[in-house]
C-alpha cells in the first residue's frame, strides 16, 4: 500500500512539473553553463524593444547567436558554455554598443545592461571587460570557482579530486563539517562519479582536461543533491574552430626533499612525482563538429615518515571528447576516459611492516553524452546519460596464505596484511531537465527549470582475514587472534529525484528562488532477490538575491535548504547473507587456537522499515560586493544540522557496569562489560535516544561558520584569492572514520556497544576553527609568472583512548570528552615561478615549484590510544619538496 502511495507521489510530481510547463507561457543555467542576461537602455534609462543583440566566442560551436529584446528591453541567451565573450547591441539610429572580456564561470547568470546612444552618424562604443563578479540573481553562497588561470598557475598535487582543497572551508577532502567519506559529491560535467558504496572519490580523471572547477556549499537551488558538504563539480575542455594544444612535463626527485624531524622514529616522508602529458583540441568540421583529446601518464612515489619503502603509484590516463551541432537548435557533448590506479605499500607508515601493507589494481572507464535542444531562446531542453565501470582490488602483498600480525603494545602491524579488499562498481545516471524563462509571467520574470534523474549503481564487496585469522599480539608474544573467512555482499542503489524551480525576478533588485526535490531511494540485494533498503526525502529550498543598489555590484542573500546524502550500499549490505561468523579466539604459546566468543553475522541483521535517509538543514545569509573591476569581497555565514543519521544498533546485547583503573594515571571508570557476548543481533535504523536501551543518545552533528573572502579575478596581469573561515564543528557522532569512535556510513560501532557512546558529546575530529588561505598569480618584469599559495589550517581534535579487554574482546573508549586534545596549526607555504617564452602564438614556460618552503614538520596524526606511545605522530606534513617542469602551448 505504502509502494503505490510512493509511486503515485512521484508520478503526480512529474506530472505537476508537466502540467506547469504547458500551462505556463513557456531558461536557466545548468551544471555545465551559464546564462548572460540584461537590458538594453537609452541614455534616459528607458528600455529599447527589439534592439538586435549578438553575443560572440569561441566556445560557441555553429558561431555568433542573436535575440531581439523584449518591450521590456531585456534580452537572454541561455545555456553557454563555460568561456569568454563578446556582446554587441545594434539599432537603427543609435550607436552600436559593445562589451568585451565577458568571463562566464559554471552555474553562473550576469546581468549585463547596454546604453544606447542616439546618433546621426555610424559610430561605435565598445567597453572593454565590463564583465560582473557578482551574481545578483542566484541564491548561492559561499561557493568558490577555481577558473582555468587559477588551476594553471597555483601550485599544487595536480590530483583532480583535491581540487576541493583549494577551497575555504574544505581540508582533507571534509567540507564545511561533513563527514569525512562521504561529505563531497565529485561530479564530471555535472553528473556525480563517486563511490555508490560510500560516497569516497572513484573516477580520478586527468586534471589537465578540467576548463574549471566549481566548488558548490551554500544556497543550492533543488537541482542539486546528493551530499552534505559540498559538491566538487570539475567541467571538461572541449574543441574549437581553431586547433590548439599543450605538452607539459612536472619531475619531482625523491630526493628533492628536506627532512623535517629529528625524530629517528619519523624519517621525513619524501615525494617523488613523474607526470607527463600532452593534448589536442580543434575542429573536424568547424562549426560543426570539434574535438579535444588528452594522454596522461602520471607517477608517485612517497615515502611515508618510519617506512623504509615507497608507496609507488602509475596512472596513466586517456580522454576523449567531441562537440558536435548537427543542427542550428542542437548541441550534442560526449567524452570516453580511461585510468589506472596501481600501486604497491599501501597502508604504509611508521607502526607498518612492508610486508604487511597490500598492493593496488584498479582500472575503470567513464563516459557520458549529452544532448540540448533550444526551442527558442526562452526554452531549451537538456539530456544526459554517464556513468563509469571498474574494479578496485587490494591484495595482500605476502599472498593469501600467510596470516597478519597486529601488536597491542606497540601498535605494530607486521608479517603479512591483516586483509584483503576486492571492490566491483559500476555506476550510471540519466537526466533530464526542461528550462524556461518568462518574461511576462504574473509578475516580472522567471526562470523555470523541471528535472528528473535515474540512477543505478552496483557493488560488489570482498573482504576477509589473510588466511581467516588475524593474530593479535602483545609485545611480540602471542595474545589473541580474530577468526573472519569475510563475505562477499553484492548492492544495487536505485535512485528517482525530481524537482521543479523557480527563479523569480520581482523587479530589477529582488530575486526570489524557492523549489522542491523529491527523492525515492531503493537498496536491493541480488542474493536474496529482495528490495531492503526503501526510503524516500522531499526537500525544500527557498531564498533571494537582492541587488542592493541596483547596479548588479552588490548582493545580499539568504537562503534555507534541506539537502539528502548520496545513497550509498554501504546503509543496508550488512543484511546480505553472505557474511560468516566472527570468533575470538585465545592463542596458547605453542600457537593452539582456543575459541572464546563467537559473533554469529549470518543473519544478524534487520533493517527498520521506516529508516529514514540522512539529511541536512543548511541556513546561509551574504554579503557579496564589487569593489573595483574584476574584484569582490563577501561574507557568509553558514549554520548546518545532520540528522536522521544511520547505523547500526545492537537491540539484543546485555551489558552491566564495571569498573577498570588506568594504568597509566590510576583513575577508574565505569564501562560496560557484555553479559551475552556472541548473541547480538542488529537493526539498520536511525538511532534514537530511548527506543533502545543501548542507544544513550540520538546522534547529531552542528556546524556555525562565518566566511570572509576577497576574489580577484586575473586580469591587469595578477589574481588573487583569499579566504578566512571561523567556524565549529561538534556533535556526538564523529566526522572521522578512525577506529571504533569514527563513523563510516551506516558502519560505526557507536551503538553496537555503549562503551563507544562514553565521553560522545565534543569537538569533532575534522573541527578546524580557523581557515586562511591565499593564493594569488603575479606576471612580474621578464615575463616571470609567481603563483603562491599559503594555507593555515587549525589542528584536528583527538581524544584520548583506553583500550581495555572485556567479555566482549578488546574496547577502546574515551577517557576525556571528544575533542579534548588539538594537533598544532597547520602552516603551509607553496611557490612557483614560471619563465615565459612567447614565440608568436605560442608559449613555451620553464616552472619550478617548491612546496612547503618554511620545512614545517607539523603532525597531522598521532596515536590516541593510552600507553608509552600516546600521541606520538604517525604522519607529519610533507617536507620541503622542489619540483621542475616544462610546458608548451601551441
Same mark, same amino acid.
Given at each position: 500500500?505504502?509502494?503505490?502511495?510512493?509511486?503515485?507521489?512521484?508520478?503526480?510530481?512529474?506530472?505537476?512539473?508537466?502540467l506547469?510547463?504547458?500551462?505556463?507561457?513557456?531558461?536557466?543555467?545548468?551544471?555545465?553553463?551559464g =546564462?548572460?542576461?540584461?537590458?538594453?537602455?537609452?541614455?534616459?534609462?528607458?528600455?529599447?524593444?527589439?534592439? %538586435?543583440?549578438?553575443?560572440?566566442?569561441?566556445?560557441?560551436?555553429?558561431?555568433?547567436?542573436?535575440?531581439?529584446?523584449?518591450?521590456?528591453?531585456?534580452?537572454?541567451?541561455?545555456?553557454?558554455?563555460?568561456?569568454?565573450?563578446?556582446?554587441?547591441?545594434?539599432?537603427?539610429?543609435? %550607436?552600436?554598443?559593445?562589451?568585451?572580456?565577458?568571463?562566464?564561470?559554471?552555474?553562473?547568470?550576469?546581468? +549585463?545592461?547596454?546604453?544606447?546612444?542616439?546618433?546621426?552618424?555610424? #559610430?561605435?562604443?565598445?567597453?572593454?571587460? *565590463?564583465?560582473? /563578479?557578482?551574481?545578483?540573481?542566484?541564491?548561492?553562497?559561499a561557493?568558490t570557482?577555481?577558473?582555468?588561470?587559477?588551476?594553471?598557475?597555483?601550485?599544487?598535487?595536480?590530483?583532480?579530486?583535491?581540487?576541493?582543497?583549494? %577551497?575555504?572551508?574544505?581540508?582533507?577532502?571534509?567540507?564545511?563539517?561533513?563527514?569525512?567519506?562521504?561529505?563531497?559529491?565529485?561530479?564530471?560535467d555535472?553528473?556525480?562519479?563517486?563511490?555508490?558504496?560510500?560516497?569516497?572519490?572513484?573516477?580520478?580523471?586527468?586534471?589537465?582536461?578540467?576548463?574549471?572547477?566549481?566548488?558548490?556549499?551554500?544556497?543550492?537551488?533543488?537541482?542539486?543533491?546528493?551530499? /552534505?558538504?559540498?559538491?566538487?563539480? &570539475?567541467?571538461?575542455?572541449?574543441?574549437?574552430?581553431?586547433?590548439?594544444?599543450?605538452?607539459?612535463?612536472?619531475?619531482?626527485?625523491?630526493?628533492?626533499n628536506?627532512?623535517?624531524?629529528?625524530?629517528?622514529?619519523?624519517?621525513?616522508?619524501?615525494?617523488?612525482?613523474?607526470?607527463?602529458?600532452?593534448?589536442l583540441?580543434g575542429?573536424?568540421?568547424?562549426?560543426?563538429?570539434?574535438?579535444?583529446?588528452?594522454?596522461?601518464?602520471?607517477?608517485?612515489?612517497?615515502?611515508?615518515?618510519?617506512?623504509?619503502?615507497?608507496?609507488?603509484?602509475?596512472?596513466?590516463?586517456?580522454?576523449?571528447?567531441?562537440?558536435?551541432?548537427?543542427? #542550428?537548435?542542437?548541441?550534442?557533448?560526449?567524452?570516453?576516459e580511461?585510468?589506472?590506479?596501481?600501486?604497491?605499500?599501501?597502508?604504509?607508515?611508521?607502526?607498518?611492516?612492508?610486508?604487511?601493507?597490500? &598492493?593496488?589494481?584498479?582500472?575503470?572507464?567513464?563516459?557520458?553524452?549529452?544532448?540540448?535542444?533550444?526551442? !527558442?531562446?526562452?526554452?531549451?531542453?537538456?539530456? *544526459?546519460?554517464?556513468?563509469?565501470?571498474?574494479? @578496485?582490488?587490494?591484495?595482500?602483498?605476502?599472498?593469501?596464505?600467510?596470516? $597478519?600480525?597486529?601488536?597491542?603494545?606497540?601498535?605494530?602491524?607486521?608479517? !603479512?596484511?591483516?586483509?584483503?579488499?576486492?571492490?566491483?562498481?559500476?555506476?550510471?545516471?540519466?537526466?533530464?531537465?526542461?528550462?524556461?524563462?518568462?518574461?511576462?509571467?504574473?509578475?516580472?520574470?522567471?526562470?523555470?527549470?523541471?528535472?528528473a534523474?535515474? #540512477?543505478?549503481?552496483?557493488?560488489?564487496?570482498?573482504?576477509?582475514?589473510?588466511?581467516?585469522?588475524?593474530?593479535?599480539?602483545?609485545?611480540?608474544?602471542?595474545?589473541l587472534?580474530?577468526?573472519?573467512?569475510?563475505?562477499?555482499?553484492?548492492g544495487?542503489?536505485?535512485?528517482?529525484?525530481?524537482?521543479?524551480?523557480?527563479?523569480?525576478?520581482?523587479?530589477? *533588485?529582488?530575486?526570489?528562488?524557492?523549489?522542491?526535490?523529491?527523492?525515492l @531511494?531503493?537498496?536491493?540485494?541480488?542474493?536474496?532477490?529482495?528490495?531492503?533498503?526503501?526510503?524516500?526525502?522531499?526537500?525544500?529550498?527557498?531564498?533571494?538575491?537582492?541587488?542592493?543598489?541596483?547596479?548588479?555590484?552588490t548582493?545580499?542573500?539568504?537562503? @534555507?535548504?534541506?539537502?539528502?546524502?548520496?545513497?550509498?550500499?554501504?546503509?543496508?549490505?550488512?543484511?546480505?547473507?553472505?557474511?560468516?561468523?566472527? +570468533?575470538?579466539?585465545?592463542?596458547?604459546?605453542?600457537?593452539?587456537?582456543? #575459541?572464546?566468543?563467537?559473533?554469529?553475522?549470518?543473519?544478524?541483521y534487520?533493517?527498520?522499515?521506516?529508516?529514514?535517509?540522512?539529511?541536512?538543514?543548511?541556513?546561509? =545569509?551574504?554579503?557579496?560586493?564589487?569593489?573595483?573591476?574584476?574584484?569582490?569581497?563577501?561574507?557568509?555565514?553558514?549554520?548546518?544540522?545532520?540528522?536522521? +543519521?544511520?547505523d547500526?544498533?545492537?537491540?539484543?546485547?546485555?551489558?552491566?557496569?564495571?569498573?577498570?583503573?588506568?594504568?597509566?594515571?590510576?583513575?577508574?571508570?565505569?564501562?560496560?562489560?557484555?553479559?551475552?557476548?556472541?548473541?547480538?543481533?542488529?537493526?539498520?535504523?536511525?538511532?534514537?535516544?530511548?527506543?533502545?536501551?543501548?542507544?544513550?543518545?540520538?546522534?547529531?552533528?552542528? @556546524?556555525?561558520? +562565518?566566511?570572509?573572502?576577497?576574489?580577484?579575478?586575473?586580469?591587469?596581469?595578477?589574481?588573487?584569492?583569499?579566504?578566512?573561515?571561523?567556524?565549529?564543528?561538534?556533535?556526538?557522532?564523529?566526522?572521522?572514520?578512525?577506529?571504533?569512535?569514527?563513523?563510516?556510513?551506516?558502519?560505526?560501532?557507536?551503538?553496537?556497544?555503549?562503551?563507544?557512546?562514553? !565521553?560522545?558529546?565534543?569537538?569533532?575530529?575534522?573541527?578546524? /576553527?580557523?581557515?586562511? *588561505?591565499?593564493? $594569488? &598569480?603575479?606576471?612580474?618584469?621578464?615575463?616571470?609568472?609567481?603563483?603562491?599559495?599559503?594555507?593555515?589550517?587549525?589542528?584536528?581534535?583527538?581524544?584520548?583512548?583506553?583500550?581495555?579487554?572485556?567479555?566482549?574482546?578488546?574496547?577502546?573508549?574515551?577517557?576525556?570528552?571528544?575533542?579534548?586534545?588539538?594537533?598544532?596549526?597547520?602552516?603551509?607555504?607553496?611557490?612557483?615561478?614560471?619563465?615565459?617564452?612567447?614565440?608568436?602564438?605560442?608559449?613555451?614556460?620553464?616552472?619550478?615549484d617548491?612546496?612547503?618552503?618554511? !620545512?614545517?614538520?607539523?603532525?597531522?596524526?598521532?596515536?590516541?590510544?593510552?600507553?608509552?606511545?600516546?600521541?606520538?605522530p /604517525?604522519?607529519?606534513?610533507?617536507?620541503?619538496?622542489?619540483?621542475?617542469?616544462?610546458?608548451?602551448?601551441?
Amino acid at each position: 500500500m505504502k509502494t503505490n502511495l510512493t509511486k503515485k507521489l512521484l508520478v503526480g510530481f512529474l506530472g505537476i512539473g508537466l502540467l506547469l510547463f504547458l500551462v505556463i507561457p513557456l531558461a536557466a543555467q545548468s551544471k555545465e553553463s551559464g =546564462v548572460i542576461q540584461g537590458k538594453v537602455i537609452d541614455e534616459e534609462g528607458r528600455p529599447i524593444p527589439g534592439v %538586435a543583440v549578438i553575443i560572440k566566442g569561441n566556445k560557441l560551436i555553429g558561431g555568433p547567436q542573436t535575440t531581439f529584446t523584449t518591450k521590456r528591453g531585456h534580452y537572454r541567451f541561455p545555456a553557454l558554455p563555460v568561456g569568454v565573450y563578446q556582446i554587441e547591441a545594434r539599432l537603427s539610429g543609435f %550607436a552600436p554598443a559593445k562589451i568585451k572580456g565577458i568571463r562566464l564561470h559554471v552555474g553562473k547568470t550576469l546581468t +549585463i545592461d547596454l546604453k544606447l546612444k542616439l546618433s546621426k552618424m555610424r #559610430e561605435e562604443v565598445t567597453v572593454v571587460g *565590463k564583465s560582473p /563578479t557578482v551574481d545578483v540573481t542566484d541564491t548561492t553562497s559561499a561557493s568558490t570557482i577555481l577558473t582555468s588561470e587559477i588551476l594553471k598557475n597555483i601550485p599544487n598535487s595536480e590530483f583532480t579530486t583535491q581540487l576541493v582543497n583549494l %577551497a575555504p572551508g574544505v581540508v582533507d577532502n571534509v567540507a564545511f563539517g561533513g563527514a569525512q567519506s562521504s561529505s563531497v559529491s565529485y561530479q564530471i560535467d555535472g553528473v556525480d562519479v563517486s563511490d555508490p558504496e560510500g560516497g569516497t572519490a572513484w573516477v580520478f580523471i586527468d586534471y589537465n582536461v578540467i576548463e574549471e572547477a566549481n566548488v558548490l556549499t551554500g544556497g543550492l537551488n533543488a537541482e542539486y543533491g546528493g551530499f /552534505t558538504g559540498a559538491i566538487l563539480n &570539475t567541467i571538461t575542455k572541449s574543441g574549437g574552430n581553431n586547433f590548439n594544444g599543450h605538452l607539459e612535463f612536472l619531475y619531482q626527485g625523491s630526493s628533492w626533499n628536506n627532512k623535517n624531524s629529528s625524530d629517528p622514529n619519523l624519517q621525513s616522508p619524501k615525494q617523488g612525482y613523474f607526470d607527463l602529458n600532452g593534448y589536442l583540441g580543434g575542429p573536424v568540421v568547424r562549426d560543426r563538429l570539434w574535438f579535444f583529446t588528452g594522454l596522461q601518464y602520471y607517477r608517485t612515489k612517497r615515502y611515508p615518515a618510519g617506512f623504509p619503502k615507497a608507496v609507488d603509484y602509475k596512472q596513466p590516463r586517456s580522454f576523449l571528447k567531441f562537440t558536435w551541432q548537427p543542427g #542550428e537548435k542542437d548541441r550534442v557533448q560526449s567524452f570516453l576516459e580511461y585510468d589506472l590506479y596501481n600501486g604497491v605499500n599501501r597502508g604504509a607508515d611508521a607502526y607498518t611492516d612492508p610486508e604487511a601493507t597490500v &598492493t593496488q589494481k584498479s582500472p575503470e572507464i567513464s563516459y557520458s553524452i549529452g544532448w540540448m535542444h533550444t526551442f !527558442n531562446s526562452d526554452t531549451y531542453l537538456d539530456a *544526459k546519460v554517464a556513468g563509469y565501470s571498474g574494479y @578496485y582490488y587490494l591484495n595482500p602483498s605476502q599472498g593469501y596464505d600467510i596470516a $597478519g600480525h597486529y601488536d597491542l603494545y606497540t601498535e605494530r602491524y607486521s608479517v !603479512n596484511s591483516p586483509y584483503y579488499f576486492k571492490a566491483d562498481r559500476y555506476r550510471s545516471q540519466a537526466n533530464i531537465a526542461l528550462s524556461h524563462h518568462s518574461d511576462e509571467f504574473i509578475k516580472g520574470s522567471h526562470d523555470f527549470k523541471f528535472g528528473a534523474e535515474y #540512477e543505478r549503481s552496483y557493488t560488489r564487496n570482498r573482504y576477509g582475514y589473510t588466511t581467516g585469522i588475524t593474530y593479535v599480539d602483545y609485545n611480540g608474544e602471542p595474545y589473541l587472534a580474530y577468526g573472519y573467512e569475510g563475505y562477499d555482499v553484492e548492492g544495487i542503489n536505485n535512485r528517482y529525484s525530481a524537482y521543479a524551480q523557480d527563479s523569480w525576478s520581482v523587479n530589477d *533588485k529582488l530575486t526570489v528562488n524557492y523549489g522542491v526535490r523529491y527523492n525515492l @531511494y531503493r537498496g536491493y540485494l541480488p542474493h536474496i532477490k529482495k528490495t531492503v533498503y526503501k526510503s524516500h526525502g522531499i526537500a525544500p529550498r527557498i531564498g533571494f538575491a537582492y541587488d542592493v543598489f541596483g547596479d548588479h555590484s552588490t548582493a545580499f542573500k539568504a537562503h @534555507y535548504g534541506k539537502y539528502y546524502e548520496g545513497f550509498f550500499s554501504a546503509y543496508y549490505y550488512n543484511l546480505d547473507p553472505t557474511r560468516s561468523d566472527f +570468533i575470538l579466539y585465545s592463542v596458547a604459546p605453542n600457537g593452539n587456537l582456543t #575459541e572464546l566468543v563467537r559473533w554469529p553475522y549470518k543473519n544478524a541483521y534487520t533493517i527498520d522499515n521506516k529508516i529514514r535517509h540522512p539529511n541536512m538543514d543548511q541556513f546561509v =545569509v551574504s554579503l557579496e560586493r564589487e569593489i573595483f573591476k574584476d574584484t569582490s569581497i563577501g561574507v557568509t555565514f553558514i549554520w548546518r544540522n545532520n540528522k536522521d +543519521i544511520i547505523d547500526r544498533v545492537n537491540y539484543t546485547g546485555v551489558f552491566n557496569t564495571t569498573t577498570v583503573v588506568d594504568p597509566y594515571t590510576g583513575q577508574t571508570y565505569t564501562v560496560y562489560n557484555e553479559v551475552n557476548p556472541g548473541g547480538d543481533k542488529y537493526i539498520i535504523t536511525n538511532p534514537e535516544k530511548g527506543k533502545y536501551p543501548i542507544v544513550s543518545f540520538t546522534p547529531y552533528r552542528k @556546524y556555525r561558520g +562565518i566566511e570572509f573572502m576577497f576574489n580577484k579575478r586575473f586580469s591587469n596581469k595578477w589574481q588573487l584569492m583569499v579566504s578566512y573561515v571561523y567556524s565549529r564543528t561538534t556533535g556526538n557522532y564523529n566526522n572521522n572514520f578512525w577506529g571504533g569512535t569514527g563513523s563510516n556510513v551506516g558502519q560505526s560501532r557507536v551503538f553496537m556497544d555503549p562503551n563507544y557512546q562514553i !565521553n560522545a558529546e565534543g569537538h569533532l575530529t575534522y573541527d578546524p /576553527t580557523h581557515m586562511l *588561505k591565499i593564493s $594569488g &598569480t603575479f606576471i612580474l618584469p621578464f615575463d616571470i609568472s609567481f603563483s603562491p599559495y599559503f594555507e593555515l589550517v587549525s589542528g584536528f581534535t583527538y581524544t584520548r583512548l583506553l583500550r581495555v579487554r572485556l567479555n566482549q574482546g578488546m574496547v577502546s573508549f574515551m577517557t576525556e570528552p571528544r575533542g579534548s586534545r588539538r594537533l598544532d596549526t597547520r602552516k603551509t607555504l607553496n611557490l612557483r615561478f614560471e619563465k615565459m617564452f612567447f614565440l608568436d602564438r605560442r608559449r613555451l614556460g620553464l616552472i619550478l615549484d617548491v612546496f612547503n618552503v618554511f !620545512n614545517e614538520g607539523t603532525p597531522t596524526r598521532v596515536i590516541a590510544i593510552a600507553g608509552p606511545e600516546f600521541a606520538q605522530p /604517525t604522519r607529519l606534513v610533507m617536507p620541503r619538496g622542489f619540483r621542475a617542469g616544462v610546458r608548451f602551448f601551441f
